[in-house]
């Protein structure tokens, strides 16, 4: 049994080597300071070719959500599952979390717009660290890292012998609340509820990300309708409806297992390739990129 528990988390181990990588990575970007406009543009635009390819392979925020599921497994205690009503609604919220960001800003913008004789580089520089633009970039705040490589302007949620410590969207709440005394508990209230939520359930948090609904957004135009290229598909006549798929995935998408065959085009869904790994059909689920197979379910049990 060793050998086949072994053989069903190949994939897994990669996705966290991977994950691991690519947040050194983007440690080293913060580092150097990349733009954070051109970061969010190659993230979003991305999702248009490998679509939530970001959320389940590179985001970093996935990796701490990642790391606390493995420490709840090694503490033996069994996670928690959504009632599908809810995990739908809850699906359905980050279209209305991305809304409310996105219309803050051109509401603020509105009320005390940049004037058209500025120059070109103080716009950008109010773009990047100044209301109303910078609650954009709640959108990057999953990339955030534990720890960070400069002093950030509004604090980070403590520091250490002249290290800085952070978490996801601690940096955009200092932001916000710089100066009101608010904070660390709002910080510190944030960071508690969404470990013991990750703790308990798989993947909480993806679940209502803002930052993973651009191809949602775009496939509702028909010009985008071939998008991702990244995708996963099912053949029909290999399915036996074992529902093996739907309870091992993290975010508990339905729709691998509801759907008769073809491509699976839920936005949901963030290819961490967890249902391919399990299934225990040949060549029933295939990750492909632009009709080609890069990784097929194969018979483990054998």
């Known amino acids: 049994m060793r050998i086949l ?6 994939v897994s181990h990669l996705r966290l080597a991977v994950q691991v990588v690519f947040l050194l990575v983007i440690y080293e970007l913060a580092t150097i300071g990349m733009d954070k406009i051109l970061l969010l ?10 679509g939530r ?3 389940g392979w590179i985001c970093p925020f996935g990796l701490y959500v990642d790391l606390i599921t493995l420490l709840r497994r090694t503490l033996r205690v069994r996670h928690r599952i959504l009632s599908e009503r809810l995990n739908r609604s809850l699906h359905k919220l980050r279209y209305v979390i991305a809304l409310v960001i996105v219309s ?7 009320m005390n717009p940049v004037l058209p004789s500025q120059a070109f580089f103080e716009f950008v520089m109010r773009l990047q660290f100044y209301p109303p633009f910078r609650y954009l970039f709640l959108f990057l705040s999953p990339l955030e890292t534990l720890i960070l490589p400069f002093a950030p302007p509004f604090g980070a ?3 250490l012998q002249g290290v800085s410590f952070s978490f996801p ?3 955009e709440i200092a932001a916000l609340f710089y100066g009101s005394g608010l904070t660390f508990p709002i910080a510190f209230t944030f960071v508690s509820l969404t470990v013991a939520a990750s703790f308990t359930f798989r993947r909480f948090w993806c679940r209502f990300c803002p930052t993973g609904i651009s191809l949602a957004i775009v496939n509702r135009f028909r010009g985008f309708r071939w998008a991702p290229l990244l995708h996963l598909y099912k053949v029909e006549e290999k399915c ?7 309870r091992v995935c993290p975010p508990q998408v339905l729709e691998v297992y509801e759907k008769k065959g073809g491509r699976i085009e839920t936005s949901m869904c963030m290819l961490c390739l967890r249902c391919v790994e399990m299934c225990p059909y040949e060549d029933c689920l295939k990750l492909e990129l632009a009709g080609r197979t890069l990784f097929k379910s194969r018979n483990w049990l054998e």
């Open 53 to 55: 390819f970001f959320c």
């Open 157 to 159: 949620f403590f520091e």
């Open 169 to 171: 969207y601690v940096g």
């Open 41 to 50: 543009l190659v993230i979003f635009g991305a999702t248009l070719f490998i």
């Open 104 to 110: 803050s800003v051109f509401l603020l913008f509105y």
């Open 5 to 10: 528990k072994d053989r069903s988390r190949r």
């Open 240 to 246: 036996t409806k074992c529902g093996i798929c739907k």
